[in-house]
């Protein structure tokens, strides 16, 4: 490893911890300093959402090459914002997975550079564990432990945080994640390009009239599923162009978000109440949904919960929660990782490559 085997030392002798994050998972190119895991100097995001719009989603050798070019300027950026040089900053950590491969590359490519040239820790960070952390910095007395929703366009966990640096899967989706239904039925709506935020703009419009599926009700094992809903879609929109009739998108929107988030927040909430816990925090690109922040707010509540959710930019995919997250494993002296370090689309919370 290039850096001083004694840097667990080093950084207790220290008041305050300096990380730069960078992140690129998918189509944003990020990079942020946060000291402390808690405070945010710096949060700079280089999105590709224009160009991926042309081709209705994310492509993914278009994603790495746009990486490359913005990496960077990205890290520079952020370096200045935060009024600080690659000397100032204590520990380097990067997104190693999950995402796409091409994508992950790039920054983990970029972390190891300025690693190996600047002599500083490296450490790896898990891209979900990530979202749950930005947590930390928009609510910076929150403590573990808590139950977390995770729900982003690849990912829909339900997980136990017991603290910084234990994290429990206790249920997930059996197939599609929340936000890939949200963006496979926007593409059948012909909305653009990120679908999500389409489909919550015209669910704001409409009524929750259609019923798709029915409620069966809360699994045992917390697990989810959303391909049924998205089949139930996509048969609702063939049916009715088959009859020739006028189909209301921001009802079809209204009914769909209703579907969707009602399910996990019920799934989250009978989660909570089985872990004696009394902390639900939502992370990840789909803790925008307005309705979802509003049902698991209101029902979480009710059932007795404090409901944490952070604004959107934190929500979406930044380097604020991966320097975050990095804090953690370095004050438990875990995740530091060697210039061989390389990326994996698949990573579930809690596991490490």
Not at 89 to 108: E, H, K, R, S, W
């Amino acid at each position: 490893m290039y850096y001083d085997p004694n840097i667990q030392e080093i950084l207790k002798t220290q008041k305050d911890v300096y990380v730069l994050g960078i992140e690129s998972s998918c189509d944003e190119t990020a990079a942020a300093v946060v000291r402390n895991g808690r405070e945010m100097l710096s949060n700079v995001i280089s999105s590709q959402i224009s160009i991926h719009r042309l081709y209705g989603g994310v492509v993914p050798e278009v994603a790495s090459r746009n990486h490359t070019l913005a990496v960077n300027d990205v890290v520079d950026e952020a370096l200045k914002k935060a009024g600080k040089t690659l000397e100032d900053i204590d520990v380097i950590a990067v997104t190693y997975g999950a995402g796409l491969i091409g994508a992950l590359l790039v920054g983990v490519s970029s972390a190891k550079a300025l690693a190996y040239a600047s002599k500083k820790p490296l450490v790896k960070v898990n891209h979900i564990e990530g979202h749950i952390c930005a947590n930390f910095v928009q609510f910076p007395d929150l403590k573990p432990p808590f139950i977390s929703l995770v729900a982003s366009g690849g990912h829909t966990n339900i997980v136990r945080v017991e603290d910084y640096n234990r994290f429990e899967l206790l249920g997930t989706t059996t197939d599609d994640a929340i936000g890939e239904a949200f963006d496979k039925v926007a593409r059948l709506l012909g909305l653009p390009y990120p679908g999500g935020p389409e489909i919550d703009r015209l669910a704001k419009q409409g009524e929750p009239t259609i019923k798709f599926v029915q409620n069966k009700g809360v699994k045992s094992d917390y697990s989810l599923s959303y391909s049924g809903l998205k089949t139930a879609v996509v048969n609702y929109l063939h049916n009715a162009q088959q009859r020739g009739e006028e189909i209301n998108v921001p009802n079809v929107c209204a009914s769909m978000t209703k579907t969707a988030v009602d399910m996990v927040v019920n799934t989250v909430i009978e989660a909570g109440k089985n872990s004696g816990l009394k902390k639900i925090v939502l992370a990840g690109g789909v803790a925008c949904n307005s309705y979802l922040r509003e049902k698991l707010s209101n029902d979480g509540k009710k059932a007795g919960f404090e409901v944490y959710y952070p604004s959107p930019v934190l929500c979406t995919d930044n380097a604020v929660m991966i320097a975050s997250r990095a804090y953690w494993s370095v004050t438990n002296g875990e995740d530091y990782a060697d210039l061989d370090l390389n990326a994996y689309g698949s990573l579930k919370v809690g596991e490490r490559k």
